[in-house]
């Protein structure tokens, strides 16, 4: 646990709900054993603070924060024991706990109240404020404007009226009565005895009215907050007061006092806001709410948030603004609540986890500690239907059993029913599916905020907002010798951010979180391109020069935060270590400088999943370069490691120890000459592994995620050598890999003369409304051409019908429980499965992820490449034979894809271009075959169901497209093909 006292400015907080979050007992509601049973998955997940709302006795009628006892606990979350088991094991996780405490109002179920209204003139008399008329603080707003028409109440008991800012059924306490604070007071100590590291300071704005004003953040309410807080410093110094003041940064930077009241405040205006840039794709209202937020006084901190038990409150912004949140937001009438939201932070981004992340991204990068809410670790949806705000506290998904693993009780019993549509059900939903999964929002969130946790810049660094474009939120953290650069791209599009970092110049940043390449920073802006809604961070530290003491361990962990930048590394964001590095061989000679060899990373994921990957390591003598990290090398002394391949003179050496040698690495099948002179150069558009461009004749691509054995691309191209329509393979690079087993590493393969992408010229045509037909003909016959020259290197087989059709019915069942219009169409999707049952099908090796961007068109015709099989499969599943068609159908949702690209895709002219191209690449396909139109049919289905889910999860901006397919195919039965 971070010891100092002002641990609060660098601490993650977690608001748990204990009620909600694991039930102990089996009475379906949670409790304070069941949350201690889950402290080391809050640990994991690193969050350093829990903030627990009200647990005491109370009807909860405003979800326990109508109080009817200061220094009890509500019996079914357990007793003042479970407390402080609660507390101690928490601690001694390194977690600490502050709670809610209640200072405005109680429950009219307090005893004070009870006695206040039956005895007025008893000891209670004066503890509320009562009134013979509604007449005073007339100017103070209604803030619970769904329920409650006055902040005056006629109690027909003491035959007065009683004031209260909330709920009719929540009096405030009457501070001008002192015995109201000593009272308090006794309850504040009370929990700090028990241990609480602090309290989150309920409503705070309203302890004092005034006739006159509008009843908020009067003198005398901070008077009072000065007053609990130097007790808190004299008696229980460590311990930190977090104020609720819904409120302007002007009005709220006074519950800091001069460093004598609030230690924290919850900064309310910036939330709306992020959401509001992220939807108008604009930081406008962002820097401006920053730019209007004073200076903090010494020793204290901001609350930062993006969603919490209460509606999403929109009392922060103007009128117009908050009609603009409405609508955008909350286009359900009843996902409006008072002046607010009540909705979760996924659904309210249709679930789109770039957003998600890119809120989060920011929430974590500004300044003030952030909060964060229960379950929104896991993209947790909201049930708008439920009364008041209970929508946003639904049971913590814990798995996919039908408890959700939160309660063993009927889940009719649970004290919220839990989230029942398909999308967000626990079934898809839930923290054991997130766990294991390496790319989950959960595992990214966990390695987020132990990145954060490693500097101090985020806790306590300054803040400034670097302007520029508004499409892209950019700023920088300061702390010490070290500068933060966040950038966000806060639109569906892509953009280059270009930021003015002058002050930085001639240093080169380390990536530590986002996809970009680090570049050395000039006198020029900083050009930095990033995908939709994509965020980085850029790191520039102190003295590189400083010196730290070589050690394997400091290389992998280099390598490890590396490989967060790269473009290839498939498990970017997600917790986990480089585990082990095994160098094989070295490419340079022997003293020869950089010197570059492949080293094979184990990377595992804190789920447990392991995977390898080729590093390809540059070393140069220590201090000569910047480099990841320092370490002791055999053979080379104490060097510098860095990736070759961002350095252009280890690439040359690489590539001149390689391929213009003979190099026993590498098998050369076809030798082509690669002199010293040829140019070498880094391909841009390669995502999944680093492909060199030597010259015009060649590619060099180095496999990055890689498994002993050979590679199926190098196999098939080996195979396919001589085809018109494939690349001739020209050499292998491979060397044993640990257990001995030959392994390819990359192949060198025949760069086409003069050939262009298949996916832009296709769309180019769609756009442009030329014909594609004779090109898709063509297209056609090179593919045939492929499928018979697989067939006859690598045989044939058979598969049978029903497996397949299983496994297509598996795949669209998934797909509806995504998305749940899928589900009217569902039966009529798999009628078209029903053709291949009782069938055994012909299969073969096939491309297996054929669309038009793994087609190259040149004067010499198409030509065929990445023979990889589906990224998202296993190596074994890859292997696999499978039908043609399977082949044939990806070609024709390409086609349908590319239709996107017309300014009407969905108009006649683009229908007709998608028509025709498919239509003749059919024809040029079926030259000698026979199209078997069931086969064909319900592998289009599938494909068009897998890219439902696909661009669900990674560009739901996509959706529509395949959507679009799913409902033709489903209204059209087997496709017609003319007369192949
Ligand atoms: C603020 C709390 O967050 C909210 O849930 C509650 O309804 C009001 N205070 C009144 O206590």
Redesign the pocket.
């Known amino acids: 646990m971070e010891q100092s006292d002002d641990w609060y400015k660098k601490a993650v907080f977690y608001e748990v709900l204990v009620r909600s979050f694991a039930d102990s007992s089996g009475n379906g509601s949670g409790d304070m054993r069941g949350l201690a049973s889950k402290l080391d998955y809050l640990a994991w997940l690193g969050v350093d603070c829990l903030w627990l709302?009200p647990f005491f006795p109370s009807p909860l009628r405003?979800?326990g924060?109508?109080v009817a006892d200061y220094m009890g606990v509500q019996p079914e979350l357990g007793t003042l024991e479970d407390v402080g088991m609660l507390i101690k094991e928490a601690h001694d996780r390194g977690l600490r706990v502050i709670t809610d405490f209640?200072m405005?109002?109680t429950s009219d179920a307090h005893p004070w109240f009870q006695e206040s209204r039956s005895d007025p003139d008893g000891p209670y008399g004066d503890f509320y404020v009562w009134r013979d008329e509604p007449l005073e603080y007339l100017d103070a707003r209604i803030i619970f404007l769904d329920t409650e028409e006055s902040n005056w109440t006629w109690d027909p008991v003491r035959e007065q009226y009683f004031w209260h800012r909330?709920?009719s059924h929540?009096p405030d306490l009457n501070f001008e009565n002192p015995a109201v604070l000593e009272e308090l007071m006794k309850a504040i100590r009370f929990w700090l005895d028990q241990g609480v590291d602090g309290f989150r300071l309920?409503?705070v704005p309203y302890l004092i009215e005034q006739d006159g004003t509008n009843c908020e953040n009067l003198t005398g309410t901070h008077d009072i907050l000065k007053q609990v807080r130097a007790m808190v410093d004299a008696e229980y110094p460590g311990r930190i007061l977090l104020c609720?003041a819904n409120q302007w940064p002007d009005d709220v930077i006074e519950y800091f006092g001069d460093s004598d009241e609030c230690h924290m405040a919850f900064h309310f205006p910036v939330m709306p806001r992020l959401y509001m840039g992220l939807r108008r794709g604009s930081r406008e209202s962002i820097s401006q709410i920053l730019a209007d937020t004073p200076p903090i006084p010494e020793g204290t901190q901001w609350g930062t948030f993006l969603r919490?038990?209460?509606e999403l409150t929109l009392e922060m912004v103007t009128e117009e603004e908050r009609q603009y949140m409405w609508a955008e937001y909350a286009p359900v009438p009843r996902m409006k609540c008072n002046l607010g939201i009540r909705r979760r932070l996924a659904p309210l981004v249709e679930g789109d986890q770039r957003r998600i992340r890119l809120l989060h991204a920011m929430l974590l990068a500004l300044p003030g500690s952030p909060v964060l809410y229960y379950g929104d670790e896991i993209g947790m949806g909201d049930n708008i239907w439920l009364n008041d705000?209970d929508g946003v506290r639904t049971p913590m998904q814990w798995n996919a059993e039908p408890g959700a693993g939160f309660s063993t009780a009927d889940p009719a019993e649970f004290v919220h029913p839990l989230i029942s549509d398909p999308v967000y059900s626990n079934t898809y939903v839930n923290v054991q599916a997130q766990a294991s999964d390496p790319g989950s929002l959960l595992n990214w969130l966990h390695g987020m905020l132990h990145l954060r946790r490693e500097h101090d810049l985020f806790g306590l660094g300054d803040f400034t907002d670097l302007g520029g474009s508004h499409q892209v939120f950019s700023f920088t953290r300061s702390f010490g010798d070290t500068t933060l650069v966040a950038l966000n791209n806060l639109t569906g599009t892509n953009q280059v951010a270009s930021v003015n970092l002058a002050g930085l110049a001639g240093r080169t940043p380390r990536v530590i979180a986002g996809i970009v390449e680090p570049r050395e920073v000039t006198d020029e802006p900083y050009p930095v391109p990033l995908t939709p809604y994509a965020f980085c961070w850029l790191l520039f530290e102190g003295n590189r020069m400083t010196v730290t003491r070589p050690s394997p361990d400091a290389l992998r962990t280099a390598w490890w935060q590396h490989l967060q930048t790269a473009r290839w590394f498939g498990g970017k964001g997600t917790a986990g270590e480089v585990s082990a590095l095994e160098p094989l061989a070295w490419y340079t000679p022997e003293g020869a400088w950089p010197a570059v060899r492949s080293e094979i990373a184990t990377i595992t994921y804190s789920s447990g999943v392991v995977e390898y990957y080729q590093f390809l390591a540059a070393y140069r003598p220590a201090g000569a370069a910047s480099g990841l990290a320092d370490v002791d090398v055999p053979g080379l002394g104490t060097v510098t490691a860095s990736d070759a391949t961002l350095d252009p003179e280890a690439i040359r050496a690489l590539v001149d120890g390689v391929l213009a040698s003979p190099h026993p690495a590498l098998e050369w099948r076809h030798r082509v000459a690669i002199d010293a002179d040829t140019p070498v150069k880094v391909f841009g558009g390669e995502q999944s592994n680093t492909t060199l461009v030597i010259g015009s004749t060649s590619l060099f691509k180095l496999f990055r995620k890689v498994e002993p054995g050979t590679n199926l691309d190098a196999d098939v191209l080996a195979a396919l050598d001589g085809a018109d329509s494939t690349p001739r393979l020209e050499a292998r690079l491979t060397a044993d890999w640990p257990d001995g087993t030959s392994t390819d590493l990359g192949i060198l393969i025949e760069r086409v003369d003069q050939a262009e992408d298949g996916w832009e010229i296709a769309t180019a045509s769609c756009s442009a409304g030329t014909d594609f037909s004779d090109a898709a003909h063509a297209l056609g016959a090179a593919l045939r051409e492929v499928h018979e020259r697989l067939a006859s290197a690598f045989g044939r087989g058979e598969r049978s019908g029903d497996e397949l059709a299983d496994h297509m019915e598996r795949r669209l069942r998934d797909a509806v429980a995504q998305a749940a219009e899928l589900d009217r169409l569902a039966g009529d999707l798999s009628l078209s499965f029903g053709a291949l049952r009782g069938r055994t099908l012909p299969v073969q090796r096939v491309h297996g992820d054929f669309h038009l961007g793994q087609t190259l068109r040149s004067p010499a015709g198409w030509t065929i490449i990445d023979f990889e099989g589906e990224p998202a499969k296993t190596a074994s599943e890859r292997r696999e034979f499978d039908s043609v068609w399977r082949d044939v159908a990806g070609m024709m949702r390409s086609f349908d894809y590319a239709r996107s690209a017309h300014r009407d895709p969905s108009g006649t002219e683009a229908t007709q271009w998608a028509e025709d191209a498919t239509q003749a690449f059919l024809t040029g396909y079926c030259e000698t075959t026979q199209a078997d139109s069931p086969l064909l049919s319900a592998y289009e289905v599938d494909k068009a169901v897998y890219e439902v889910l696909y661009e669900l999860r990674n560009r739901p901006d996509w959706v529509s497209i395949p959507m679009r397919a799913v409902t033709d195919q489903a209204a059209r039965g087997t496709r017609p093909l003319g007369d192949h």
Do not use: T
Request: negative net charge; aromatic residues 16%.
């Open positions: 709302p405003d979800g924060y109508d209640v405005n109002h909330f709920y929540q309920d409503a609720e919490n038990h209460d705000r």
